[in-house]
């Protein structure tokens, strides 16, 4: 069990983190924002990947290029704050610009497959962190590449501040250091 | 007559920090050339401002058509990130500004230059510059703070781009662990690493890491009493999350049947950073030696299954 768990079919903390909920935490500093964000994902004709990790790129200020995780592939991660559930995700983020740069899909001997995005409309994710707070960055389609070697496909469904994301939103602050930020 | 020195003492300990006026002038170059506020908010069509942040409080500064701008905000040190665009803005890279009690700073002139003034708000094709001409500057900007009192020149400098320095909790220090078992010929070696992140995290593409080991030696095949140790410590580097780069120099400790003298080694490590193939090449004074092993950081994979 342990070696099929070592090869990524599973790993033994499944049942318990699959009830985990996301949790958006205190901030590690007193400059950083959340960043809360959906996405789904529709089939192509190769069928949807299966996506346990997204991956934003920095872009800026400048020339600064950092990239910053939200994905269930880290260590010890049934005692660690839920980062990402069926598809919404809740970042901790500096002031900068940043864009979806690629999905990632754990699989055999823990080895990560990474799906590139398109281009052109990588663009379209790009999102502006300005000053400390909470931002909405609604939900992005992502539609499944039509063929091997294929970049995902991203458009925005442009419900970032709706009224029921910041209900969602609301409920999930409750009780952090970001509450006040959604009233 | 100690009560009300006391008294006075706490009092100010207590009270909150005085105001100080920080000053100067923001310059938006499309080109080379200067853009006047007005001509750069008709193109965005979005009003232009300026802010300081210090933890979560933003203070957002009074801005005139020719640029020049003032800021009244508590003494202490500020960071200034970017240039407000209505509802956008121009991210610069982070600057700090000190602030002093009842002095009014010059920051000088904080220029930002687009090739176009419609490329304002994208923040990745700008650049940015502060120039000191505080000398020009001051009589406008004394006018504009309405201030009479002590004045100095103070601008902006680069500040870290990450405010929280990197933590590492117990468990990412735990993973450090690592067990290996190695032969050469007859020469077992039994080394425990602990291996420390530098720069990324262990096991990422391009981990910067230290190394420190420490080994039990022993001749499995010589049934005569030997036993020998090694401690040594050096860089790695991760190559595409594939294997591992690792040089080490220190010292080989004999014991019983063991030369004491210093060692130096290379190792390339095939595989994941919960486990993989040791290939080691080390040089001493007794004469080069090979050797292959097998290691694993045992809560890196106790952490990679829970």
């Not at chain 1, 080895?111 to 052109?120: K, M």
């Not at chain 2, 006026?21 to 007005?38: C, D, N, T, W």
């Not at chain 2, 030696?217 to 036993?227: A, G, I, K, V």
């Not at chain 2, 290379?266 to 950073?273: A, C, D, E, M, N």
Request: charge should be positive; glycine fraction near 12%.
């Amino acid at each position: 069990m342990v070696a099929a768990a070592g090869s990524g079919c599973f790993r033994l903390s499944d049942p318990v983190y699959f009830f985990k909920s996301l949790e958006v935490g205190e901030p590690p500093g007193s400059g950083y924002s959340l960043l809360y964000g959906t996405l789904v994902l529709t089939p192509g004709p190769y069928g949807t990947p299966r996506i346990d990790t997204i991956v934003l790129r920095q872009v800026g200020p400048g020339t600064r290029r950092a990239y910053w995780r939200a994905g269930e592939g880290v260590l010890f991660r049934a005692f660690r704050r839920r980062l990402v559930k069926q598809g919404t995700f809740a970042l901790h983020l500096p002031v900068g610009i940043y864009e979806l740069d690629h999905l990632e899909t754990t699989g055999l001997l823990g080895q990560t497959t990474a799906w590139p995005l398109n281009e052109e409309t990588r663009v379209v994710s790009r999102i502006y962190i300005t000053r400390p707070g909470v931002y909405d960055w609604g939900t992005l389609r992502i539609t499944a590449p039509e063929g091997p070697y294929r970049p995902l496909h991203i458009e925005t469904l442009g419900d970032a501040y709706s009224a029921w994301r910041r209900d969602a939103l609301r409920v999930l602050v409750q009780g952090t250091s970001w509450a006040p930020e959604v009233p | 007559m100690l009560a009300p020195l006391l008294l006075w003492l706490a009092a100010a300990g207590a009270a909150p920090p005085r105001d100080g006026l920080v000053a100067g002038r923001l310059a938006i170059y499309e080109g080379r050339a200067l853009a006047p506020l007005r001509r750069v908010q008709d193109v965005i069509r979005q009003p232009v401002s300026l802010s300081l942040r210090r933890g979560r409080k933003v203070y957002d500064a009074a801005l005139d058509e020719d640029g020049f701008f003032v800021i009244r905000v508590p003494a202490g040190v500020y960071r200034l990130e970017s240039v407000g665009l209505g509802t956008r803005a121009e991210v610069i890279d982070p600057q700090q500004v000190e602030v002093r009690a009842s002095q009014l700073l010059c920051a000088g002139t904080l220029a930002v230059s687009v090739q176009r003034l419609e490329y304002l708000g994208q923040s990745t094709l700008s650049r940015f510059d502060v120039f000191n001409d505080c000398a020009q500057l001051w009589p406008v900007l004394k006018q504009r703070a309405g201030w009479a009192g002590p004045t100095a020149i103070r601008l902006p400098r680069p500040a870290a781009f990450d405010e929280a320095p990197r933590a590492l909790g117990a468990a990412d220090l735990l993973c450090g662990l690592r067990a290996e078992a190695s032969v050469s010929g007859t020469e077992l070696a039994l080394r425990g690493w602990y291996v420390y992140p530098l720069l990324s995290g262990l096991g990422d593409a391009g981990a910067v890491t230290v190394h420190l080991s420490a080994a039990r030696l022993t001749r499995w095949m010589d049934p005569s009493p030997n036993f020998g140790g090694e401690v040594t410590l050096g860089p790695g580097v991760n190559v595409l999350g594939l294997l591992e780069l690792i040089g080490v120099a220190g010292v080989r400790i004999g014991f019983e049947g063991f030369t004491t003298e210093p060692v130096l080694a290379f190792i390339v490590r095939p595989g994941s950073y919960g486990a993989a193939i040791d290939l080691r090449a080390q040089w001493t004074p007794s004469g080069p030696m090979v050797s292959v092993g097998v290691d694993l950081a045992p809560f890196f994979l106790l952490g990679s299954l829970l």
